[in-house]
C-alpha cells in the first residue's frame, strides 16, 4: 500500500500505512544510521547517548511490528525517504567535517533532525490511534514518543557543550 495510491481511501488505511513507513524508518535508523553514528562520535558521552538510543530504537522497531503483524497478519514495510535522506544527508555532512568537534557537532544535529521527523510521525499516529478507537496502539505509540523527546532533549543538551568545543571561525 504506497501512501500516493488510490487505494488509500480511509483515516485507517493511511494509519497503517504510515505506520508502515515508521516500521521502515526505525530499521533504517537502527541497522545503519545509528551504528555509523556511534561509529563516528568521538566524544564518550555522544558516543553513550547514540548507544542507549540505538537499544531503545530496537525496541521502536519492535513495538512497530507487534502492532502491525496483529493489525495486518504480517508485517508490511514501506520505504521511508524521508529517513534514507536524512541519513544520505548526515553521511555526506560527516565526510566533510574536518575535525573531530565539527564532526560531533554535525552527528548531533543530523540525530536532532532524526529525532523531530520521529517526533513529528509517532505524534500523527498517536492522534490517528486515539481517533480510531485503538487505545492500546495510543499508549505503546506514546511510550516511543517519550522516549524520542527524551533522546531529543539529551543531544540538544550535549550539542550546547560540544559545539563551545568546535572552533568558531
Ligand atoms: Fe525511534
Redesign the pocket.
Same mark, same amino acid.
Given at each position: 500500500m504506497g501512501i500516493f495510491s488510490a487505494d488509500v481511501n480511509s483515516l485507517r488505511e493511511l494509519y497503517l500505512t504510515t505506520m508502515e513507513h515508521a516500521l521502515n524508518s *526505525?530499521r533504517q535508523?537502527a541497522e545503519k544510521g545509528l551504528p555509523a553514528m556511534i561509529e563516528k562520535a568521538t566524544n564518550p558521552q555522544l558516543k553513550t547517548a547514540f548507544s542507549r $538510543?540505538l537499544e #531503545? +530504537?530496537k525496541q $521502536?522497531v519492535m513495538r512497530l511490528q507487534a502492532i502491525l503483524d496483529a493489525t495486518e497478519g504480517e508485517a508490511t514495510e514501506a520505504k521511508c525517504k524521508v529517513t534514507a535522506a536524512l541519513i544520505g544527508e548526515a553521511e555526506s555532512q560527516v565526510k566533510d567535517a574536518a575535525n573531530e568537534e565539527i564532526r560531533d557537532v554535525v552527528l548531533i544535529a543530523a540525530g536532532n533532525q532524526v529525532e523531530h521527523h #520521529?517526533i513529528a510521525v509517532?505524534g500523527t499516529l498517536r492522534t490517528w490511534a486515539e481517533l480510531l478507537g485503538e487505545s492500546e496502539h495510543a499508549a505503546i505509540l506514546d511510550k +516511543?514518543l517519550q522516549? *524520542?523527546e527524551n533522546?531529543d532533549a539529551v543531544l540538544t543538551e550535549l550539542a550546547e557543550r560540544l559545539s563551545v568545543a568546535a572552533p568558531v571561525a
Open positions: *526505525e535508523i $538510543h #531503545e +530504537t $521502536h #520521529e509517532y +516511543t522516549e *524520542e533522546a
